[in-house]
């Protein structure tokens, strides 16, 4: 029988899972591991650091399903965590692999390095297992492939990271390669127990129901759902909306799409639909304080059909049912009912997001520059929003048929965006479906993974990295120390930069001033059609906010003074 | 009697243990408590991120005696974990200080952005705790300050990293301003239970033995002990050796200085003399792998006088002493021994370190830029050297008098060292003694932590930035994949980027390819004087090391082939 080291075994389930690459970056525990991904037709990108490499595998998962960080044991793995937490809050499955010390030196009683001194070797197991669904450190070959297996299957299951660690001996022990075909991990979710009776509870939810919406949120593992909600939305034909996280899931550029809804944060016209409907088919619900205009939403729980992962609640009551098997089942039911034939069409509404005020004389104001882009965007393109000014602002930004749209709103790490990026466009070139990577960010944000700039402009992928540079974190001067310093972040050169992490690259670099400035770019043909990297490093005033933010902190303010 | 808030209470407790400036990244559930700092008296320093402010605070830690870190909850604080790890493992007080969510927001059973979108509020401190000798969230004003201070004193206590979690509603809780003065932190250890005992067993030793020396380590937290260290050796006029970690305690331009003591990385005269000795006096004894040639190390442990922090060895009697309270005892008894005074002084070591070979017709060799920069060092320098080739090459590179010279040994992240030169800088100003911050860093180390050019180039500081350009992780290669691509880096423009990090900072660049280029930019005077910040990208050859390090691996290679 032919065998194949754990290390390969490790890697060819990942391919079969739909992973191409994997992510991360060397450190010597981790070497022996590294011979087994190109042998097992995996590619190695490795990136300037490890919690961009997080990121990258993150974004990468978002789109292809799945993802796999390696780093090394101690420092690598650690400074990969914040990214994991990511993933784990938001439900992204990013298998984070570490190469271990062999068991040999682990028992040497000798002080090895990246240990924290004192002989010990699970510190950093239990670290990952408050951020993991599943976690093993390989240890007897024996076991080695169901533990491999268990893991990968925990990880698709929830829908969250798991966490293997490899020592430098078994990585090499060999294994059956039939493994292989014998089993195989499970890619999709099972039926819940009570599908069938939370399909019935929404169905007569829905028929007695007189103005039903959808709401698109972010939760449940998006990515394993989204696909059935444009379905859904087809077949019932009622207005739809989307949230600050599940916004880019569903195309906007249809007359039944009326919007996101942020609670006070929302466009009137949202927040009056969503507000008065009867009946909210709430898919992938997540009611965070980023994605509900800071607990601004003014929606009856009674009014909710709560669509999760593993349960589907009807008003009050709840269902062991699962968002992945009702949704298609749901389409299929509506599509039968004859009550819901007879109903009538809600008005279609006018388009909310085209209304692009006139070009500012100076400066860009966010006011402008969000539905500005609406028109830049399109079918085809990746787009993804950094925490901050540019979540909120991107929610004026109409994403089409045919765009990927994403942002991380309730983890909310800044610098999350450009490392994302990275990822998501490696998986979008796997798919064939790549065009352009889009990227919105404040340069405060920017600044705590810059060198993520230096994989986005190889690998063939063309970026538009925009900018916000408004001296500061200016979504945190909203929250406390509108003037303080520590606000303020020290000037760059971002299209120096730019340059200097990928010399080789042809890049073109923009400083933008004025708002005219950056319609004329916007407008350019050779610009919008651009082969090579392009940033867009644009001057925004310090205290300058989209509207939706400005409306959560007045609100916020007068409640406060209330 | 007047009352300051708890914010307050804590930054000006710091204040009083010498912590003039705290490091960080803001975040709105930490802003609360930024308001407090520069009120107490404390400089705030805004780092790129987290990582980097990690670093940080641990180089300055390592002059100061300690240091503060302020992140916000979950993602701010887990990017520092890699840098608290460190700090951990190498004995360096960090206080690592957390703004949390209001209690109110915790119980209020919402989801709140930076959690796991589980509810739970205690991950993350528990996360820390592996990696903390105290960690608290303050709950109980009234309990507030004893708290603090127990944390605080555990800290100086172990000479590790502490924790604090403030919540934004108690961090303006007030508390009496009397607290600050009724009691203090104990900065320094009282004796051991067995001090005298310890003390008689050495000098018995001592007075035993025929040749003995003392080695230099970096154990046991240096920076408390290595004041006395200096007047040990004087007083015993022995041979005197360090380590990876100790080099940097105690000046090399001394005639009983015999070199770095790394096993078979050693010089053959430093090996034999050490390996020969019969009583060796082993200050922060830290055997570690990167410490002792990987193991190579060949000493009797039963000749060893063992000093540790909280307990000392001689031979194989072990007892309660302390290395801080012993090594000034030790220093007095010497002088007052008869039979010491008698004994014969060792032969003086012809200077070891300052053969500097011909210059190479061509490209760098580490062979020759080691020994090359000594003349470059002077007295008042603070020098750095990254994990890697640079750690191992910096040994033939000789520390004179007045500097202060260190590297992060048993931990070993990469890119630390530019991290730990800002901290170390700024400290270095504060205590008066800064002169020049002399780093040097693989390119490969560099790009995980390259944004804190932009901090290193700013405040004042002057830099000298030598990079090892060697297309990779150059020590990686000799643990494994001599020529795999996953230990390539993406080439970057390093001067580019040196200049983009701080644009408004006069800098200067150079791209180096020859020895001869090099020898004459050492040379120059405006160089050696230089009051802007200096980048020197130094292309060397991919496979190229520093002989000890070829030593090492040759003599594991040899041991495994037998």
Redesign the interface.
Known sequence: MAEIPIGEYLFRRLKQMGIETAFG????YE??L??H?EPAGVR?I?T????VGAYAADGYARLKGAAALVTTF???E??A??GI??A???MVPVLHIVGYPSFAAQSSG????????DKSYD??V??SS??SCATTILKDPENAIAEIDQVLNAMMFHSQPGYIGITEDVVKTMVPASSLNATSVKMTLSPGLEDDHALAAIMAALEASKNPIVVVDGGAGRGSWAPHASDLIKTLRCLHFNTIMGKGAVAEDDLLFAGCYAGVGSLPLTSKAVENSDCILWLGH?????NTGM?TDQVKSSLIIDFQRFHIAVGNKQFQARITTVLPRLTQAIKMSIVLAEKLLPEPVAPLLEQVSGIPASIITQNYLWPRLSSFIKSGDMVVAETGTSQVGAVATKMPKGTYYWTQ???????YAIGGAVGAAIAGKELGRYKRMIIFTGEGSL?????AM??LN?HGVVPYLFILNNNG?T??RY???WD??????????????F??????VSTNTFKVRTAAELDRILSDDDFQNATSPQCIDMVLDKYDAPEGLKAIFDFKKKLASA
């Open positions: 970056v060397p450190g010597d070497l022996a590294l011979n991904v190695w490795g300037p650091n490890e919690l101690g420092p690598g650690l400074s965590l914040c937490g990511g784990f809050c938001e000798r002080i090895l390095h990246h240990t924290l001194g510190h950093y239990r670290i408050e951020m997540m009611p965070s304080d980023f607990f709103a309730v983890w909310g790490s800044i610098g600044q705590l993974t810059a060198q230096s994989i190889r974190y979504v945190e929250f406390e120390g303080a310093s520590y606000n303020d972040v020290p000037g760059w050169d971002y299209g120096g930069l340059k200097s992490f990928s010399p080789e």
